[in-house]
């Protein structure tokens, strides 16, 4: 795996603001806000690095078929070769979790909006989501856990200290 120092800022900067807004930062207050706005431009920039960045970063050389993921997923049993990018179903996360933080964004702006005063369902969409991104996270953690722990497998050491 070869991760470029964009990939990697962003990754270590929106799991370290998902934490502080989810555990850390009280909800509604402009510190969380401004965070999770932060965190939807960090989303969006690393959706432009998808399609302009280096080859590793970009979406096409990792979203493959789900076919290709659900058999990475079978493979967790044993060490294998990891691709120079991320898998398919690491890419698969990666969608997911970037469409998690920009519906958080979207939900809490909506929800100070005059035109949803009163209206219960974005706040609830809005924490439903955030459990969603928590549990993703968990499991994202505990594969990654899993690859270097119990299979042996460099995967933090890539991400850390890897260079292209």
């Known amino acids: 795996m070869s991760w470029d120092r ?18 850390f930062l009280e909800e509604g207050d402009q510190p969380h806000e401004w965070l ?24 096409s050389s990792f979203l ?5 993921a659900m058999r990475e997923i079978r493979s967790l049993n044993t060490a294998h070769e ?4 991320h898998t398919a179903a690491g890419g698969y996360q990666l969608v997911l979790v970037m469409f998690l933080v920009l519906g958080l964004g979207i939900t809490g702006w909506i929800h100070d909006l005059d035109a ?15 459990n969603a991104l928590i549990i993703l996270a968990g499991v994202h953690v505990l594969a990654v856990g899993w690859m270097q722990l ?9 991400m850390w200290f890897s260079r292209r």
């Open 150 to 158: 119990g299979l042996n497998m460099p995967i933090i050491q890539r």
């Open 82 to 85: 990891l691709p120079n990018t």
């Open 6 to 23: 964009f990939v990697k800022l962003f990754h270590w900067s929106l799991a370290t603001g998902i934490v502080a807004n989810y555990f």
């Open 116 to 130: 949803f005063w009163g209206e219960d369902w974005p706040a609830d969409l809005h924490e439903y989501m955030a």
């Open 64 to 68: 493959a078929r789900p076919a290709v």
């Open 36 to 59: 999770g706005y932060l965190l939807c431009g960090l989303v969006v920039a690393r959706l432009i690095w998808g399609f302009y960045g280096p080859a590793t970063a970009q979406f």
